[in-house]
């Protein structure tokens, strides 16, 4: 059974960082592309990151280009979301997603969401 569980998302003042992370079982995680996908409070799924299985290739959204940075360990079967610079409109669940092909695969597989609220 795949499993991918979040963790690591809470409070944090405008400017801060957070570091998420997303651990992965019941598959090979080491063959597949892996992404983040927020969702904001009454609005629609945003795609956030992306990276290749073997972690040199990744792409952002513009919205966080330059402040957030998508890492692997293949030998942990984890996903990381590094946050800095946080703003407010950041503010949203966030869910480790794993892609049922290659890089332009579709999701097959969600996270059950960790929770990043940037406030003061």
């Known amino acids: 059974e795949v499993q991918l569980v979040e963790s690591g998302g809470g409070l944090v003042q405008p400017g801060g960082s957070l570091r998420l992370s997303c651990a992965a079982s019941?598959?090979?995680?080491?063959?597949?592309?892996m992404t983040w996908v927020r969702q904001a409070p009454g609005k629609g799924p945003e795609w956030v990151s992306a990276?290749?299985?073997?972690?040199?290739?990744?792409s952002y959204a513009d919205s966080v280009k330059g402040r957030f940075t998508i890492s692997r360990d293949n030998a942990k079967n984890t996903l990381y979301l590094q946050m800095n610079s946080l703003k407010p409109e950041d503010t949203a669940v966030y869910y480790c997603?794993?892609?049922?092909?290659?890089?332009?695969?579709?999701?097959?597989?969600w996270g059950q969401g960790t929770q990043v609220t940037v406030s003061s």
């Open positions: 997603a794993k892609k049922a092909g290659g890089w332009g695969g579709i999701i097959d597989y």
């Open positions: 019941g598959f090979t995680f080491s063959t597949y592309t």
């Open positions: 990276i290749h299985s073997g972690g040199g290739s990744t």
